[in-house]
């Protein structure tokens, strides 16, 4: 099959993390008989020091011409002081408002050999398998009007039908693959927004007779993630709420480095489904350059990847065993109580996808 991927390492440890990712695509494309057609480009802090622009007319058009994009982290300190139009954040809404990525996946799983690395008690989080599905294009980030007028701040959080809609039955065909439960959060009992999609959601599980739904507000929702986080199976959530309960689940998983995500929005007439895939840590300036940062999360995006816009489960599969076989085995990263390096880490995960039996689809 033909790849056509763009990749975005972006900023601080983003460029260490998607070399890795790299390495294992391309890995990945030798063993499993692909031709691999990777671009790169720039995004953030590192396109405004290449272009000036958080995000570029020409990247947006490479972006649009791509079967999928991987992106590594935006954010950089400089630039905290800049108007929001110019910040490295702005490049990664721009890129999502592009590519028309309305729905962010991120499955959260505890391994088993990560338990011990959360703070949480092994017994309240082993077994947990739940997903994530964050509307990615609506509410706070881009409600207008916005600004700051002098003393006085300002956001609009608003939502349509069809926007609340459209993510919510993502959600529900989700669940139908996995343990048939959606826990559906809002702040029903406080904003007009959260009571249309509370109606909404509850309209769309009527098509889905055979998954469960759940209603949940939202501080209840992060208060049951760490006391009781086996309850869950889709979590589905508007944006901001899912911004943050999300890397909430971070700790679930042990380190916030092992966890990937996708954001996808409708199928294309191809038949093939865009998307951006990224590790949902940040930027991490602190650790960047040191060549310690953990490549997990960005080397589960693209197994997500390779799944989700191209349909190929084998090799998805092949890179989640390489990833447990590394968690097992080493060698970890520093974030993970190991000593290997980045590149040692994503050598590793390689060095076991060659060998990886390949089983019919």
């Known amino acids: ?29 030798t063993r499993f008989g692909h031709h691999l057609e990777l671009t790169r480009g720039h995004i953030g802090g590192a396109a405004l ?16 011409a791509a079967d999928a994009v991987l992106l590594g982290a935006v954010g950089m300190p400089e630039y905290d002081r800049n108007a929001p ?74 939502y349509t039908a069809d926007e609340i809609e459209r993510v919510a039955r993502i959600a529900f065909e989700l669940a139908r693959s996995r343990r048939g ?24 599980a009527r098509d889905y007779p055979g998954v469960e739904l759940e209603h949940l507000l939202v501080d209840n929702a992060a208060m ?9 199976d889709v979590l589905l959530t508007e944006n901001m709420f899912g911004d943050i309960l999300s890397d909430e ?34 930027s991490a300036p602190a650790i960047a350059d040191k060549g310690v940062a953990n490549p997990i999360g960005a080397v589960g995006s693209v197994a997500l990847m390779l799944e989700w816009s191209f349909g190929l489960r084998d090799e998805a599969r092949a890179i989640d065993a390489a990833v447990s076989r590394w968690l097992d085995d080493g060698p970890l990263t520093a974030d993970l109580g190991g000593t290997a390096s980045t590149s040692q880490a994503g050598d590793a995960l390689c060095a076991w996808i060659r060998t990886a039996h390949r089983t019919p689809s």
């Open 181 to 204: 439960k959606v826990t559906s959060v809002d702040k029903a009992n406080v904003l007009e927004t959260s009571q249309l999609w509370r109606q909404v959601v509850t309209e769309v």
């Open 85 to 158: 139009a110019e910040r490295p954040e702005k490049g990664l809404l721009d890129l999502r408002k592009e590519l028309a990525v309305y729905a962010n996946l991120r499955p959260v799983k505890a391994y088993p050999s990560l338990v011990g690395a959360s703070p949480l008690k092994a017994d309240r989080i082993e077994g947990t398998d739940l997903l994530i599905v964050r509307e990615l294009t609506g509410g706070l980030y881009f409600g207008t009007p916005r600004g700051i007028d002098g003393k006085h701040a300002f956001n609009t959080m608003a």
């Open 1 to 29: 099959m033909q790849l056509k991927i763009l990749s975005l390492p972006g900023d601080g440890i983003g460029p260490e993390v998607t070399a890795e990712a790299e390495k294992v695509l391309e890995c990945v494309a």
């Open 249 to 282: 689940a971070a700790v679930l998983a042990g380190s916030i480095g092992v966890l990937a995500s996708a954001s996808v929005g409708a199928r294309r007439e191809d038949g093939k489904l865009p998307g951006l895939y990224e590790p949902i840590h940040g």
């Open 224 to 232: 049951q993630l760490v006391l009781a986080p086996r309850r869950f």
């Open 49 to 64: 020091k290449a272009e000036g622009t958080p995000l570029s007319a020409a990247t947006k058009r490479a972006a649009s």
